[in-house]
Structure formats: structure tokens, C-alpha cells
């Protein structure tokens, strides 16, 4: 009996061992479909690993933003594995803040990574963060109100057609809204979709001396039309909506149109989500006087901040969420259209183009996309629906607010463009530019 107690003690001090010896990531992350069924399929990843454990914070966007700016500009240390985009990674990659995403496992194989995709991630050669996605723009809209009202949708849009495509399908008695577009406040919300909208009428954020252009004609002309557009034929409330909200109502058949991230394509075509699933159309985003930045380029990514004290663990889990055998995993659960999309050549096979009607427009708009230049004229920044500077992101919120309170009719988009003309320029003159 006194053996078998001691085995038995010894069998949970090494179970307790082993307890204190499973290093816990915390993980934060955005509220989108994606990243939820990664920390759905992560069991997969802690079953694997069984000395590694994840803690998830999974957050709004807007909120995620803000909370990981606060976070790793005060090393504040909170998180072992930050989702952020390509502005992120390379203004907080140049800063020292992120850990290189060097030496990763053999079977990751970097190269398969789209090019565009790598460089929009790294700073003077060096990766700081994994793509988990990529993502363009483009148009989605209902085949079968098309067809009624006798309408044919454009390979190559423009904003005009798209606004006598809304007039003619905005059926509001009937819970029918011509078109839905992002309206909720933030840099990285409505100011994602305006700026391309913008970019389409020619405009630009800044000129080449760096000072603002939004009391210029075609930021005017841009300005006008989106809250005109949105305004007439869109949603009530449309002021409050971001692309989950727009998502949701489009797949319960309430848009005619909508033009958002090419990663909705997988979320709209899935009959157990949409309720339109075999009813939706894939095209370009709309252009108007030009081609040139119309369509957006954007990647969520996975990245380790240099106040980690489990760098090599979080290394371990970002590699797996973003490899070909995560790609198998979710092929294998949730069917071959929702391997996330935009970030390999590999996943572009046969087997998914043929599952995926969104792919060949997805793939060509992410060709197409032309980061350092986005507008007709030319700028001296990198970025199509953001400026990748330090201050972009304050300021690109504020001039958020001010479109939304535009959209809400709270002032006249006259009024608003100046404001933003006067706010922007304080603020540039206060980071000293131009520089």
C-alpha cells in the first residue's frame, strides 16, 4: 500500500510539474470570423503542443487597436502575440517594438508567402510579423435583384454606375437597401473604404510637401458623393456600421450591394452564414476618374512584441496559425473556400479556384494594388487606404469622427472638410512636417 501511495505521489508531483512547466500565450486578436475559427482550431495547436496553453483577449477593432498601441508603446507586456496590420508592422517593427520573425521552421516555406504580402510586413528586408490573411477591396452584389431589375453589373465599375445601380435597388419598405458601405468612425473603419472612394476621384491625403488636400475639388467631389451615396440609398444607421455590421447585413439579404474586404467572399458564399450564399456577385472595386488606388491592399498579421518573455513559444504558435498545415486544418474542417485567403500562391490550386468563385478577383485586385502609388497624383507616402506615418493613426481617427458626423448630418460635408483640412494641418505642423 506505502508503494502504491508513493507512486501515486510521484505520479502528481510530475503532473503538477509538468502543469507549472506549460507556458500560457496570451493572445490578442480581432472579432472577425477568421480569427475566431483560428482560436477555434487552436486546440488542434495545444494538442500538439501540450507545454504551451493559449489565452485568448478577442476584441473589436477599434478597441484592439488602441489597446495594442497603449500596450507596446508603454512595453507594457500584456500580450505574447499581437494581430496588426502592414502599418503596424512596419512602423513598430522600425521602433525596435516587434521580435524579427527569423529562423522559422523548414516546412514554413517563406517563399510560398506572396511577395507584395512580405515586403508589406517587413522593414529593410527584415519580416516582423506572419500574414494569417491578406485582403483587396471589391464589389459584391445580389445576382437575382440585378437580374429582376434588368441590370448588368460592370467587370470594372464606377462609383457613378454603382449610385444609379442603389437608386434603382433601394426598396427600404421592403428591408432592401441599395447599397451598404462602412460608416462607423475609425482609421481603419469608414476611413478605409473613403479613402479609396477618395483615391478613385483623384484625390490624395497629402501633396508632395505634405500638406493637406481636403479643401481641394477632389476630396470635395469624393466627400460629397459617399455621404450623398450612403445617406440616400444606404442602411439607417449606417453611421454605426464597420464590416462585421455590413457583413450581417448583407448575408441576411438586405444589401443590394456592398464593397468591402475580398475576405468576406468565404463568410457570404457559406449557406450556413448567408442567406443570399448562391445568390452573390464578385467584382472589381469601383474606379471613377482613375483606376489608381480604388482598391485597397491589407494584411492581418501575427506579431511577437519584443516585451514577450515567451518569444519562443509565441514564434511556435505564430508559425502554426499561419502555415500550410493550418491552411489543411481549416480546408479539412470548414471546407477549402475558408482557407484564409490572399497570402500564399499555394493556396491558389485548382481545388480551391473552382471551390472559391471570389478568388480570381481577389487575386488579380491584390496584383493590382500599388501601395506607393495610390492616386493620379503624385504622393510621398506608402499606403492606398492609410499613410504609413507615425501620426496617421490619431489622425486618421479624428478625420474618421468627422466623416461619420457628416454621414449622421450633424454638419454639412462643406464644414467638415474644412474642419479636417484645419485639424490635419495643426497636426502635421506639430510632428514637423514636412520634414
Same mark, same amino acid.
Given at each position: 500500500?506505502?508503494?502504491?501511495?508513493?507512486?501515486?505521489?510521484?505520479?502528481?508531483?510530475?503532473?503538477?510539474?509538468?502543469?507549472?512547466?506549460?507556458?500560457?500565450?496570451?493572445?490578442?486578436?480581432?472579432?472577425?470570423?477568421?480569427?475566431?475559427?483560428?482560436?477555434?482550431?487552436?486546440?488542434?495547436?495545444?494538442?500538439?503542443?501540450?507545454?504551451?496553453?493559449?489565452?485568448?483577449?478577442?476584441?473589436?477593432?477599434?478597441?484592439?487597436?488602441?489597446?495594442?498601441?497603449?500596450?507596446?508603446?508603454?512595453?507594457?507586456?500584456? &500580450?505574447?502575440?499581437?494581430?496588426?496590420?502592414?502599418?503596424?508592422?512596419?512602423?513598430?517593427?522600425?521602433?525596435?517594438?516587434?521580435?524579427?520573425?527569423?529562423?522559422?521552421?523548414?516546412?514554413?516555406?517563406?517563399?510560398?508567402?506572396?511577395?507584395?504580402?512580405?515586403?508589406?510586413?517587413?522593414?529593410?528586408?527584415?519580416?516582423?510579423?506572419?500574414?494569417?490573411?491578406?485582403?483587396?477591396?471589391?464589389?459584391?452584389?445580389?445576382?437575382?435583384?440585378?437580374?429582376?431589375?434588368?441590370?448588368?453589373?460592370?467587370?470594372?465599375?464606377?462609383?457613378?454606375?454603382?449610385?444609379?445601380?442603389?437608386?434603382?435597388?433601394?426598396?427600404?419598405?421592403?428591408?432592401?437597401?441599395?447599397?451598404?458601405?462602412?460608416?462607423?468612425?475609425?482609421?481603419?473603419?469608414?476611413?478605409?473604404?473613403?479613402?479609396?472612394?477618395?483615391?478613385?476621384?483623384?484625390?490624395?491625403?497629402?501633396?508632395?510637401?505634405?500638406?493637406?488636400?481636403?479643401?481641394?475639388?477632389?476630396?470635395?467631389?469624393?466627400?460629397?458623393?459617399?455621404?450623398?451615396?450612403?445617406?440616400?440609398?444606404?442602411?439607417?444607421?449606417?453611421?454605426?456600421?464597420?464590416?462585421?455590421?455590413?457583413?450581417?447585413?448583407?448575408?441576411?439579404?438586405?444589401?443590394?450591394?456592398?464593397?468591402?474586404?475580398?475576405?468576406?467572399?468565404?463568410?457570404?458564399?457559406?449557406?450556413?452564414?448567408?442567406?443570399?450564399?448562391?445568390?452573390?456577385?464578385?467584382?472589381?472595386?469601383?474606379?471613377?476618374?482613375?483606376?489608381?488606388?480604388?482598391?485597397?491592399?491589407?494584411?492581418?498579421?501575427?506579431?511577437?512584441?519584443?516585451?514577450?518573455?515567451?518569444?519562443?513559444?509565441?514564434?511556435?504558435?505564430?508559425?502554426?496559425?499561419?502555415?500550410?498545415?493550418?491552411?489543411?486544418?481549416?480546408?479539412?474542417?470548414?471546407?477549402?473556400?475558408?482557407?484564409?485567403?490572399?497570402?500564399?500562391?499555394?493556396?491558389?490550386?485548382?481545388?480551391?479556384?473552382?471551390?472559391?468563385?471570389?478568388?480570381?478577383?481577389?487575386?488579380?485586385?491584390?496584383?493590382?494594388?500599388?501601395?506607393?502609388?495610390?492616386?493620379?497624383?503624385?504622393?510621398?507616402?506608402?499606403?492606398?487606404?492609410?499613410?504609413?506615418?507615425?501620426?496617421?493613426?490619431?489622425?486618421?481617427?479624428?478625420?474618421?469622427?468627422? &466623416?461619420?458626423?457628416?454621414?449622421?448630418?450633424?454638419?454639412?460635408?462643406?464644414?467638415?472638410?474644412?474642419?479636417?483640412?484645419?485639424?490635419?494641418?495643426?497636426?502635421?505642423?506639430?510632428?514637423?512636417?514636412?520634414?
Amino acid at each position: 500500500m506505502k508503494a502504491f501511495n508513493l507512486l501515486l505521489g510521484t505520479a502528481c508531483m510530475a503532473s503538477i510539474a509538468l502543469a507549472q512547466a506549460a507556458e500560457t500565450l496570451t493572445v490578442a486578436t480581432v472579432n472577425n470570423a477568421d480569427m475566431i475559427r483560428m482560436q477555434r482550431l487552436s486546440k488542434t495547436f495545444e494538442q500538439q503542443n501540450p507545454d504551451i496553453k493559449l489565452n485568448w483577449v478577442v476584441l473589436e477593432e477599434n478597441v484592439l487597436r488602441q489597446r495594442l498601441t497603449t500596450d507596446i508603446a508603454t512595453q507594457g507586456g500584456q &500580450f505574447d502575440v499581437l494581430t496588426i496590420g502592414m502599418y503596424e508592422a512596419s512602423l513598430w517593427g522600425d521602433k525596435g517594438w516587434l521580435a524579427p520573425m527569423k529562423n522559422l521552421p523548414d516546412d514554413y516555406d517563406l517563399d510560398d508567402v506572396f511577395p507584395s504580402v512580405r515586403e508589406g510586413l517587413s522593414v529593410d528586408g527584415t519580416l516582423y510579423a506572419l500574414p494569417f490573411y491578406a485582403e483587396s477591396s471589391m464589389t459584391y452584389y445580389r445576382t437575382d435583384l440585378f437580374e429582376q431589375a434588368g441590370l448588368d453589373m460592370p467587370e470594372h465599375p464606377t462609383w457613378s454606375q454603382m449610385a444609379e445601380f442603389a437608386e434603382k435597388l433601394h426598396k427600404p419598405g421592403e428591408d432592401q437597401y441599395g447599397i451598404c458601405l462602412r460608416g462607423k468612425a475609425g482609421w481603419g473603419e469608414n476611413m478605409a473604404l473613403v479613402t479609396t472612394v477618395a483615391n478613385a476621384f483623384g484625390a490624395r491625403w497629402f501633396d508632395e510637401k505634405w500638406q493637406p488636400e481636403f479643401d481641394g475639388p477632389e476630396w470635395t467631389k469624393a466627400a460629397n458623393f459617399y455621404v450623398d451615396l450612403l445617406s440616400q440609398y444606404g442602411p439607417p444607421g449606417a453611421s454605426s456600421n464597420g464590416f462585421n455590421e455590413n457583413l450581417a447585413l448583407f448575408n441576411s439579404g438586405k444589401c443590394a450591394m456592398w464593397v468591402d474586404a475580398t475576405v468576406a467572399g468565404s463568410f457570404m458564399t457559406d449557406e450556413s452564414q448567408s442567406k443570399v450564399a448562391d445568390k452573390v456577385g464578385f467584382t472589381f472595386a469601383p474606379q471613377e476618374t482613375t483606376d489608381k488606388g480604388s482598391a485597397w491592399l491589407y494584411s492581418w498579421a501575427l506579431a511577437i512584441p519584443t516585451s514577450s518573455q515567451q518569444k519562443d513559444a509565441a514564434k511556435t504558435f505564430t508559425a502554426w496559425a499561419t502555415s500550410k498545415a493550418y491552411a489543411k486544418l481549416v480546408a479539412e474542417t470548414d471546407g477549402v473556400a475558408n482557407v484564409p485567403p490572399g497570402t500564399r500562391e499555394s493556396t491558389y490550386n485548382e481545388q480551391y479556384m473552382a471551390a472559391a468563385p471570389f478568388a480570381e478577383i481577389t487575386l488579380e485586385s491584390l496584383k493590382q494594388a500599388d501601395p506607393a502609388s495610390p492616386s493620379a497624383k503624385p504622393v510621398p507616402y506608402v499606403g492606398i487606404q492609410l499613410v504609413t506615418i507615425p501620426e496617421f493613426q490619431a489622425i486618421g481617427t479624428q478625420v474618421g469622427k468627422m &466623416f461619420s458626423a457628416a454621414l449622421t448630418g450633424q454638419m454639412p460635408v462643406e464644414q467638415m472638410l474644412t474642419a479636417v483640412q484645419q485639424s490635419t494641418t495643426r497636426e502635421m505642423k506639430r510632428a514637423g512636417y514636412p520634414k
